[in-house]
């Protein structure tokens, strides 16, 4: 396959599961996303996946409501950990094996992460799906996306949207609206661009690890992407900005 790519860092938010619903995972989504991850599995490509909780519980949201903060990320954290499991279910019936590993011990349904452990699925082809973020309250799961991929030695984090990349302003309300192709971590940085919080970017700089926002809707795009075709924005270090 075109870009070399050997282990991908997959990060799914919650807000991905969820299709048109207000709350929750739809069943299609999860389908179709399942489909997309068999399909570049099968070709020997290693996948592990973060997945993100904001269908279900946001710790930030739970603390406006008056919870204590931490408490309300502990909820968000638990909450990634359905869909971690939709997820290993929706792979499990296409029969791509998939471990879920999270970071808030849950023994009797997922593995405890464990990095060396990680690897090894990987390296045996199974799709690993980290849930309970880092583990950590006040943290976020683009966060643990990268911590992971440091971890793991993915080459790539690939970060699902709804859109096809970052654009100058809102393609939604500005038809002008540009879509870069490709971004520094500086430029995401210093112009506060929507792509991951700054402390995703920041661990993704130190590690050089380069982020591709993509949509995730369009079915095939995940085997594009690994094919090296141009489906958003790259975010790296030393990218030309266009
Ligand atoms: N969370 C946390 N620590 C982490 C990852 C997540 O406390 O390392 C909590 C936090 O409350 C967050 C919730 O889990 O709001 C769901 O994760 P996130 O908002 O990142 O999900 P996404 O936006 O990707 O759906």
Known sequence: M???YQRILLKLSGEALMGSLAYGIDPA????IAEQVAEVVSSGIQIAIVVGGGNIFRGVKGAAAGME???ADYIGMIATVMNA???Q???EQMDVPT????AIAMQEVAEPYIRRRAMRHLEKGRVVIFGAGSGNPFFTTDTTAALRAAEINAEVIFKATKVDGVYDSDPKTNPEAKRYESLTYQHVLAHELQVMDSTAIALCKDNDIPILVFDLSVKGNIRRAVMGESVGTVVGGSCAIK
Not at 29 to 32: G, Q, T, Y
Request: hydrophobic content about 40%.
């Open 2 to 4: 075109g870009t070399g």
């Open 29 to 32: 989504i999860v389908h179709n």
């Open 69 to 71: 903060r931490a408490t």
């Open 85 to 87: 499991m939709t997820l």
């Open 89 to 91: 279910d929706a792979l």
């Open 99 to 102: 471990r879920v590993q999270t």
